[in-house]
């Protein structure tokens, strides 16, 4: 029975307290909403930030064995410097399982490459891998048809993944259909892989047994040629330190060459987020994003609590005298806490309510930014329990200052109309606005630096000409039909020019160590990017000749084994006079015709490597750049040159690259970094000014009859809007002071990770802080405008 009192009493406070939270909201619709609306753009904000965090931190998550997957890596220290890279020999895997027992089983993946693919009239481009048949038993990729143990042990053999399988054959099994590659190889499907996971870094929609490698005699177990990636299985309970120990010296067991080299492994699960090295020591990765931005969540959560507590306490002079009458009619401080707790809690639920919505509307936009895909599985209970959790803590954190605030109201003095002094120099919620406005004038200051070193990078001058620069990948019979396409496009004035390369212009697919030179030391092994090309390089790409000439076949036939080298390489090799001098890589030797200005192949936020540009003599073309006719239409030119390539590889589908969208990709990491910083300093001045627009409008109560006196005695409204505002100048003032040297750190940090980059200059953080006057005075304007028009007579007259 005292039971059922009990429950019955804490059901009807329940009533009470929630019909007493709904009153209070609707009596004051215009805070209400205001409220709701900031707390609501926090979570949604930093929910959607949290969602990629937890996207991040679960990347490559799926493999049962990931605690012992480990990818093999090589060092080297030379003139002080450690250089630390994850692309090894084709044969590292093998030596790796042949002489150490810690080694449970191996695979080595290939680069990523788009083939061909047919199955009787259906032709379609996918993406390779070529593994060892090991891939399967190392890394968990479930197959829906197929044993993972034989699948690609036949050289023949292939996996494919199920919406590829669909593609090819539509809903037809494609258990033992045979499939032609790049219309050279025929193989059976041996196995269908369920489709990959959002967050893994594998791309493949087919697997290829590295068998196939070996019978077509492409394995090259060549110790100086790193063109693969491998990775080991270790033994459960292997020490991973002891073991790179033993393999350190791997290399001088095999290959004089590279005897100097060291070999280690590393955590297969640390790699995203921590595998970068600087002078052979890990340094982070993504993990410094992750952090940033689970910081920056965090303070823009923080921010809508503090924008909370602010409106909340502006009320106070609504409440006091509700707070006054319930105290003087005996109710306890811990009921109007737990009231008031209530009130904060609900109006949470009401903000979680609407960020579902702002979630469901901006999660498109928000993975095409990220470039991700992630999923909100919206019924998962474990999902409706952390957001329950989170949207309940975040209601009791806002509202704990509020509900402490205005329980503390002596009756006595709240009767009497004395309570609070909000005109005070320093009061809890002045010091909380400061708080957001050292947040707001940061990430303006972080904004505005990540701008200027994307502007800085975007205007670097990239050294070859982009306009009207096309590049075709050499497939099928281009290659045999090169010189018969080329003279097509010639003669039709489809283009004015035409070069096949080693590799796009835009990127770098080979570098060495091992190059020898007249003078060079015996112990430099800096590296030196390979590219190549045949005639016309200079002219086609619009390269700026600094000494010698461009490669011309027909003049000079031995061009074939020249060389043209760039500034840098010039530099490092020490040539005064370049011309004639001999450059030996691999055993062939070629003769320097030509130096050129540096030009970006790779990062533009990198100083620019030493390049030689070598003749046709040892090359494999993989690129042809067209240098298309201006005076036409680009359409028109694409439209005349998909006929000639036709004609001339009827096989292979029509296939080309803008060179200037290539190159414009090198930006999209620091573009995006930089969009979504706009974005949240966007957010947090949003919120930030709602705060501010609380604490004017409590300041406009507290002046109300001053303001109205001041009036009768003759003061203008100029008088009166400057009064209101300068106090709000203060608190920016403070923040500028705290958040630039505090942005100042922050930024010099992250340029750190760039070596061509800008020298921060002061004058940012000077004009993010008049912005924030700014828009802290535009914001204040309003209600200060509307408090100077009050009509003096309704302000004093008495209540």
Known sequence: MQRRYIHNNYTTMLRNYLKIAFRNLLNDKVFSSINILGLAIGFSASALILLWVNDELNFENSHENKHRIYQAWNQVTEKGKTSSWNVTPQSMGLALQKDYPEVEKMTRVDWPDKYLFQSKETKIKGTVQIVDSTFLDIFTFPLLKGDAKTCLNAANSTVITQDFAKKLFGNTDPMGQIIKLNNESDFVVTGVLKDLPLNTDFTFECLVPWRFKVANNMESLYWGNNSTTTYVLLKTNTDAQAFNQKIKHLRKRYDKETANWETFVYPFERLRLYGNFK??????????????????????????????????????????KEVGVRKASGASRFSLIKLFYFESILTSLLAGVLAIGIIIVSLPAFNQLIESKIVIDWLNPEWIAYSLVFVVVTGLVAGSYPALFLSSFNPLQVLKGSYFNISSPITPRKILVVCQFVFSVLLISCTMIIKQQLDYAQNRKSGYDKANLVYHPVEGDISKNFDLIKADLLKNDVAVSVVKTFSPITETWSNTGGMQWRGKATDDHRNIDRFGADDQIVKTLGLEIVEGRDFDLKAYPTDSSGVIINETAKKMMGFKSPIGEKITDGGWEFQVIGVVKDFVMQSPFREINAVTIAGPKMNFFNAVHVKYNAAKPMSENLEKAKAVFKKYNPNYPFEYHFVDEAYNKKFESVERLSFMAQGFAFLTIFITCLGLLGLATSLAQQKTKEIGIRKVLGAGIGQIVLLMSKGFVTPVLLAFLIASPLSYWIMNKWLEEYTYKITINPLVFVLAGLVTVVIALFTVSYQSIKAALMNPVKSLKSE
């Open 279 to 320: 002078n052979g020591v890990e340094e982070g990765g993504k993990i410094e994003q992750v952090r940033n931005f689970s910081v920056i969540a965090l303070l823009i959560l923080l921010i809508a609590c503090i924008n909370f507590m602010n409106l909340s306490t502006s009320r106070s002079e609504k409440r006091a």
